[in-house]
């Protein structure tokens, strides 16, 4: 299973981003959300520039946005085995946090969020990086198909020798 990463060009500073005068120090935190699987990538596309500007409008700076793409899920979400999985590294004050948590609650398409806080006083001259995009997990069935498990089942299980004993010479 190889997990191919692609590099995607950072788009253009958000009008109204903010800019810091040299020496100040924010909070930096992650915030890791997961989406409902059937969004198309333009979709997760819309939804983490909708963060970022968030970021931006409440005197924020996003450092970084890493898409995981789709995964499977330790259990079920939404009656949902796998999500879209977003990651996103940010600097700002303590509103900041509230505030995104409370558009990620809001919206329809988020299933699960989580943030934590990473760091006190780091300089808000931290650069920028690139946005980047995984691939995500191979969409592989849950089950053997249907066929399949009725042709182990009539061949006594997996064929695993479960139950069978064996003479010894």
């Not at 924010?26 to 970021?55: C, G, N, W």
């Not at 946005?65 to 789709?70: A, D, E, L, N, S």
């Not at 990651?87 to 558009?103: F, M, P, S």
Request: aromatic content about 8%; charged content about 35%; hydrophobic content about 30%.
């Amino acid at each position: 299973m190889d997990e191919t990463t692609t590099e995607v060009a950072a788009s253009e500073p958000v009008l109204g981003a903010p800019t810091f005068p040299p020496g100040t120090t924010l909070r930096e935190y992650e915030t890791i959300f997961a989406l409902k699987p059937e969004l198309a990538d333009e979709a997760v596309d819309r939804f983490k520039e909708r963060v970022r500007s968030l970021i931006h409008r409440e005197q924020g700076k996003a450092i970084k946005f890493t898409v995981w793409g789709k995964k499977k899920t330790q259990y079920e979400l939404e009656r949902q085995n796998r999500a879209t999985y977003v990651h996103v590294d940010y600097l700002g004050q303590g509103g900041l946090v509230a505030e995104i948590e409370r558009n990620l609650r809001m919206s329809d398409d988020v299933v699960r969020y989580q943030t934590v806080k990473l760091g006190d006083e780091v300089s808000a001259d931290k650069p920028v990086e690139q946005d980047l995009k995984l691939a995500g997990d191979a969409d592989q069935p849950e089950r053997p198909p249907r066929e399949e498990r009725e042709r182990r089942e009539e061949f006594g299980g997996d064929g695993g020798g479960e139950g069978e004993e064996f003479e010894s010479a």
